[in-house]
């Protein structure tokens, strides 16, 4: 079972520059989510969707955009890299009635230079 | 605002001591709390806890929920040099809150 895959898995940016990390579940979750993570803190909410076409801001949006036209992708934009955006990404997925369970995927080390 | 805290934020034990971890919340609509290891990579589950007083139990490992005081505990028994990792705490309302974790460290 393939679960939740991210792409790239690492990625080095230089200031200024766009790019767009990828998110796919085959578990047909409704609730996705982008953390990031930064060295030796905890996981920091950025943006999570409860469904195709629906997508909310979390604790630390800024900087970042997302777009959910599907059930199982999620991507996340980062529009104007910053060197405060240096960190790893993890995306996930969880089913929608309470309770559940989070499923992550393998994060994408990501650093601005 | 939603928030969810650990503690302590770093432990050092000696293998064979027993440990527990602390996570207090403080959101809306709360749904449950989950405990996760994380070493090198991804988190991994541990527990999902959604009624009171109602303990989990994995190995050495347990956990129990209050929802009245809105906290969980995180009990490891008998530690092994394989449980150093950071365990976070996560609570899941409308989305997922998580803590900032526990670093715990066992020596040999």
């Known amino acids: 079972n393939a679960g939740v895959t991210q792409t790239p898995k690492f990625r080095i940016l230089k200031i200024g520059q766009s790019m767009t990390l990828q998110c796919t579940q085959d578990m047909n979750h409704n609730y996705m989510y982008w953390y990031r993570q930064d060295p030796g803190m905890g996981l920091k909410l950025i943006y999570y969707?409860?469904?195709?076409?629906?997508?909310d801001k979390g604790e630390v949006p800024n900087g970042y955009n997302v777009s959910r036209s599907t059930t199982e992708d999620f991507p996340l934009r980062l529009e104007l890299a910053a060197p405060s955006q240096t960190s790893v990404y993890f995306c996930?997925?969880?089913?929608?009635?309470?309770?559940?369970?989070?499923?992550f995927g393998e994060g994408s080390w990501l650093t601005v230079v | 605002e939603d928030k969810v805290v650990q503690s302590p934020l770093s432990l050092v034990v000696h293998e064979g001591d027993t440990v527990t971890l602390n996570c207090s919340y403080e959101?809306?609509?709360?749904?449950?709390l989950l405990w996760y290891k994380q070493e090198k990579k991804a988190p991994t589950f541990l527990f999902m806890l959604t009624s009171s007083g109602i303990e989990k139990k994995s190995g050495r490992l347990s956990s129990i929920l209050d929802k009245k005081e809105l906290f969980s505990i995180l009990n490891i028994t008998a530690t092994q040099t394989g449980d150093s990792a950071v365990y976070l705490c996560?609570?899941?309302?409308?989305?997922?809150?998580f803590g900032a974790g526990t670093r715990l460290t066992v020596k040999p």
């Open positions: 996560a609570v899941n309302n409308n989305d997922m809150r």
């Open positions: 996930a997925s969880s089913y929608s009635t309470a309770g559940n369970t989070i499923y």
């Open positions: 959101v809306t609509n709360f749904r449950s």
């Open positions: 969707s409860v469904g195709a076409g629906i997508t």
